[in-house]
């Protein structure tokens, strides 16, 4: 116990005495996880809604996505290396392409999950397809949406760490350096932040997706009502 403490110390007296290198290493880890983060969104909830209105493409886009998330991100990113060279953007490709398939999944589950009676009750009230699309189907799908992105941001601040091995940057540097040096104050001093910054992020978005889900559950009792 004595030594875990000991070390503790010694990690938290390395960040204290490398705290500028830190908050860069910081920021270039936030910066590959949140702009990677945002590109699957954009790409993966669109490909998703448009799953569930035709069979052909659910099966397309099911298994572009398995084969995206089957394939490890390193081996994406080494493909990436190639044709983007070093740096940041492979980094974010590679990134990318992990992060599709949680949100993929679960905004196919989510929309498909909207019961027939209540799809019924908002086209007997005369909606579009469109309008129903919108204003029921991802509404109440929201909830588990925001699940599969909870999922995929948790996965992406744990893969950004392999960005340092293209130049991509980011707490990996200390991580992999740690390791290279058989230095453990350094490894952790690249881990447990990613560790905490991790587990920040799962229980912010599940404070979201907590929110969501009761303000859904309230819009559905007052339109009972």
Excluded at 55 to 62: A, T
Excluded at 172 to 196: M, Y
């Amino acid at each position: 116990m004595s030594d875990l403490i000991s070390l503790l110390a010694e990690t938290w007296a390395y960040l204290l005495a490398n705290s500028a290198r830190f908050f860069e290493l910081l920021r270039e880890h936030l910066t590959l996880v949140f702009v990677s983060e945002a590109l699957a969104i954009i790409v993966a909830v669109p490909l998703g809604i448009a799953a569930t209105r035709n069979d052909r493409v659910n099966s397309i886009v099911s298994g572009f996505g398995n084969v995206a998330q089957t394939v490890p991100t390193l081996a994406v990113i080494a493909l990436a290396f190639p044709i983007l060279g070093l740096g940041f953007l492979p980094s974010v490709v590679g990134l990318f392409a992990y992060s599709l398939l949680p949100i993929l999944t679960n905004t196919i589950a989510g929309i498909e999950s909207v019961s027939d009676s209540t799809v019924d009750a908002a086209r007997g009230m005369g909606m579009t397809d469109w309008e129903i699309l919108r204003k029921v189907r991802l509404p109440l799908a929201l909830p588990v949406i925001f699940a599969g992105i909870r999922t995929s941001v948790v996965l992406n601040v744990g893969s950004a760490y392999l960005a340092f091995f293209i130049g991509g940057g980011g707490l990996g540097v200390w991580v992999i350096g740690g390791i290279k040096l058989f230095s453990t104050t350094q490894l952790l001093a690249g881990a447990i932040p990613g560790a905490l910054l991790a587990i920040t992020l799962d229980g912010l978005l599940g404070l979201a997706q907590r929110r969501l889900g009761t303000e859904t559950a309230s819009d559905r009792t007052a339109a009972a009502a």
